[in-house]
């Protein structure tokens, strides 16, 4: 089992006609759920309350046992693995995180690696590593949970979760609890996180907007749980498969404004724009003047060529030294469904937004859409109709 966060373990999760009857219930809590998670892709299972989520979740780590069907997890049946091993084994994290309140941060994170038996040297070395990925400081391992913000709590029942390098993740609601605004910085950095460490993650909400931040994948739950639709959430959006889909999706009548609207119509976030052997000091005042906290390397004629690494940044003058291309590129004219589609397939969150002449006009980032989704003003058609036009 890696230790080390540079050796991250993901293995691919799928469901196979998965039912789950509870005894004594009319109809089943979900019904042949059949769906495939890549390794390192996060799936986001939506829909409204008692559509069979939590349920279908829990019979990954068998917290429910299967009533039929089956669960692969790398290419073995979970019903072969003892359910103390999987829970073991699979990273979980929930609403109310569960922290042992009178145990220190530190003991908590070392739950399962002590279970596991890990010497007391591998254990400091892990819960150490895993507070500077999360993003807390070292003194905090010997804090005690009622010391934290709710947030910071969020995040150690992320750390403990990883803490042994789980295949897998499990995280039911996790960020259900927290006020918006702490709620989108917890979303944005798990993403930064998930882009380093490329678990594979099953995200169950109910919120559609938080589904599509999050997913790779979504897969939308309807009573009775039965599979809607499983698909990327640009598709999703422009393509419902079925009118609960399109009602789910489009209760926010926003999306109307999506496939209307250009992206020259809506406030884009600022970034600094750089170009080879600028002073460092007058770099750093453009990026601390900016809204995104990465660089964008331009040519002569301020064309993006790609977000600058760190070593461009560390010298006397800034050099060509990429961490990224810039890609993709999005026209002030181009749709915000488009400009949205471009940044879901390129599996980032910032494009760049470049003028008539090819010169950078600013960044769109999917908290921007994701703004301006929860800016609009209901319409009185739902937008799916002319999604699909
Ligand atoms: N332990 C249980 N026993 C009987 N029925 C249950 C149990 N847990 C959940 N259910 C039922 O199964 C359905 C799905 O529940 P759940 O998976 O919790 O839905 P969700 O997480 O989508 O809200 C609901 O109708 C719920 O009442
Ligand atoms: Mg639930």
């Not at 084994?89 to 941060?105: A, D, S």
């Not at 109910?206 to 009573?223: F, N, P, S, T, V």
């Not at 789910?248 to 600094?272: E, M, P």
């Not at 003028?355 to 058609?381: K, M, T, Y």
Request: proline share 5%.
């Amino acid at each position: 089992m890696g230790d080390s966060s540079d050796r991250s373990t993901a293995e691919p999760l799928e469901f196979r006609e998965v039912t789950k009857r509870y005894p004594g219930a009319a109809q089943a809590a979900v019904d042949g759920l059949s769906l495939q998670v890549p390794a390192g892709e996060i799936c986001v299972l939506v829909g409204p309350s008692g559509c069979g989520k939590t349920t279908a979740m829990r019979m990954v780590n068998r917290m429910i046992e299967i009533t039929s069907g089956d669960i692969l997890l790398g290419d073995r049946s979970v019903r072969d693995r003892k359910p103390a091993d999987l829970r073991r084994e699979i990273g979980y994290v929930i609403q109310h995180v569960g922290l042992f309140p009178h145990w220190t941060i530190g003991e908590n994170i070392a739950t399962v690696p002590r279970l596991q038996g890990w010497d007391k040297r591998r254990i400091d070395t892990r819960v150490d590593e895993l507070l500077e990925l999360i993003g807390l400081p070292a003194e905090t391992r010997s804090r005690f949970p009622s010391q934290l913000s709710g947030g910071q709590r969020q995040r150690v029942g992320v750390a403990r979760a990883l803490a042994c390098d789980p295949p897998v993740m499990l995280m039911d609601e996790p960020f259900g609890a927290i006020d918006p605004i702490n709620r989108e910085r917890l979303q944005n950095e798990f993403l930064r996180l998930q882009a380093e460490l490329r678990k594979t993650i099953v995200f169950v909400t109910h919120d559609i907007d938080e589904a599509i931040k999050m997913g790779d994948r979504i897969a939308i739950l309807q009573e009775g749980g039965k599979l809607a639709q499983y698909a990327p959430p640009a598709e999703l959006l422009m393509y419902p498969a079925s009118r609960f889909v399109e009602d789910f999706v489009g209760s926010d009548r926003a999306l109307k404004r999506l496939a209307l609207q250009r992206v020259r119509d809506i406030d884009l976030w600022k970034a600094a724009a750089i170009r080879v052997g600028t002073p460092i000091a007058e770099a750093q005042a453009m990026i601390a003047d900016a809204d995104v906290s990465y660089a964008m390397l331009v040519d002569e004629a301020g064309r993006p060529k790609g977000w600058l690494s760190d070593r461009a940044l560390a010298g006397e003058r800034v050099t060509d030294d990429l961490r990224s291309p810039a890609h993709p590129i999005v026209d002030l004219d181009d749709v915000l469904r488009d400009a949205l589609a471009d940044l879901l397939s390129s599996e980032t969150r910032y494009g760049a937004v470049v003028d008539e002449r090819g010169a950078l006009a600013g960044i769109l980032s999917l908290e921007v859409i994701q703004q301006f989704l929860h800016a609009a003003p209901a319409a009185s058609a739902t937008g799916a109709d002319l999604l699909r036009e």
